[in-house]
């Protein structure tokens, strides 16, 4: 389905990462893996951990608080917030309700967005027709997860997550900028490809199910690889249809951060210089719902992105669930 959302806009991004680093090195101690091959198919060199008293929702409202003080307003002006997380705080109530209760941000309507990796893109589309139909002025979107919470660290697959936050903050803009175009897809045939299959109402937390220790991830990381160098070029080749541009228009793309050969392959196949391909999985691994908003948070903190520049935002994640979207930054 064609979608035009205009005159919507971010006017403040926030991110936070959580102080505590464990390096590939510290990893090479853990499990049986490598810092060479991590850095060369993975591109990671470190990621952040959150500390056992942080959970998800801490993450997130100083994310969120970030973005609301970069956006200039105050917090009861925000109408509602979307928290985009894999890894809730708990099941019940929802993240986005905990960090309302963080933030003191008592005037807005909250809830939680589930699409894992690809979180955040859903999260700007769904704020996006919040704002475009005029029912909501402020979105608060943040993107957050604690992949250390279902991550099984005696296996090597505990090389690819880490933890952190993105926030951003969408209302209307006038002139022909903001967001030009979204092309969201999900496939519900490739659910189990990445999965956590426990602590939900299939297999709740009972003792055997610990024991067989089904709260942590499962990934299929050679389907993963496939997948994404199939359908995200699809999603922007579709996205930039939309929005009557071509791959020659992108200054900037910022796509999600799974590992540095799937972005090097995207790139390939969509024909963009890798040059404008950003990337901070060397320092955050793959963040989930975070790795959009922290590195725009900081392309746009260290004045890298400039008004008028285009922007490609993509990403894929578990469900399959992946899409794309162009903004022209005000
Ligand atoms: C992970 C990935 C690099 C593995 O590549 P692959 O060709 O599918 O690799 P395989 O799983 O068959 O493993 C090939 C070799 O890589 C090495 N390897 C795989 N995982 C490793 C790890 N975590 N640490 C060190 N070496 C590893 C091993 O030598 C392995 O051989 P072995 O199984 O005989 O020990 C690739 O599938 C990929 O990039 N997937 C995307 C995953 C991803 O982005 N996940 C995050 C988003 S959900």
Redesign the pocket.
């Known amino acids: 389905m064609k979608q035009f959302v205009k005159k919507v806009s971010i006017v403040g991004t926030g991110s936070y990462l959580p102080e505590k680093i464990y390096t590939n090195q510290y990893l090479e101690s853990i499990?049986?893996?490598?810092d060479q091959?991590?850095q060369e198919?993975?591109g990671i060199k470190e990621r952040r951990i959150a500390s056992p008293n942080q959970a998800t929702s801490d993450l997130a409202a100083q994310a969120g608080l970030a973005a609301i003080k970069s956006a200039g307003i105050s917090v009861n002006e925000i109408d509602l917030i979307i928290v985009a997380t894999a890894t809730p705080d708990r099941l019940a109530p929802s993240t986005a309700c905990i960090v309302q209760d963080k933030l003191k941000a008592y005037n807005a309507v909250a809830f939680d967005l589930s699409a894992?990796?690809s979180g955040f893109l859903f999260g700007l589309s769904t704020a996006a027709q919040f704002i475009a139909s005029s029912v909501y002025k402020y979105v608060l979107l943040i993107g957050a997860d604690t992949f250390s919470r279902i991550t099984d660290w005696s296996q090597?697959?505990?090389?690819?997550?880490g933890d952190g936050a993105g926030a951003a903050v969408l209302t209307h803009t006038e002139g022909n900028a903001g967001f030009l175009a979204f092309k969201l897809y999900s496939d519900g045939r490739g659910k189990f490809n990445?999965t956590v299959p426990g602590g939900g109402s299939e297999n709740p937390l009972t003792r055997e199910n610990i024991e067989k220790k089904l709260q942590y991830f499962e990934?299929?990381?050679?389907?993963?690889?496939?997948t994404?160098t199939k359908v995200i070029p699809m999603a922007v080749s579709e996205v930039l249809k939309d929005a009557n541009l071509s791959i020659d228009d992108i200054d900037f793309m910022i796509p999600?951060q799974?590992?540095i050969?799937?972005l090097k392959e995207t790139a390939r196949l969509i024909g963009l210089p890798f040059e404008k391909v950003m990337t901070n999985m060397d320092r955050y691994a793959?963040t989930?719902a975070g790795t959009i908003p922290i590195l725009l948070d900081e392309l746009n903190k260290s004045g890298k992105i400039k008004k008028n520049n285009i922007i490609l935002f993509a990403a894929?994640?578990?469900g399959w669930t992946w899409g794309a979207s162009v903004i022209k930054w005000t």
Do not use: D, K, Q
């Open positions: 499990v049986s893996t490598s091959w991590i198919n993975l894992v990796c090597r697959e505990c090389v690819f997550f990445f990934m299929n990381g050679r389907e993963v690889y496939n994404a999600h799974p590992s050969r799937i793959n989930s894929v994640g578990s």
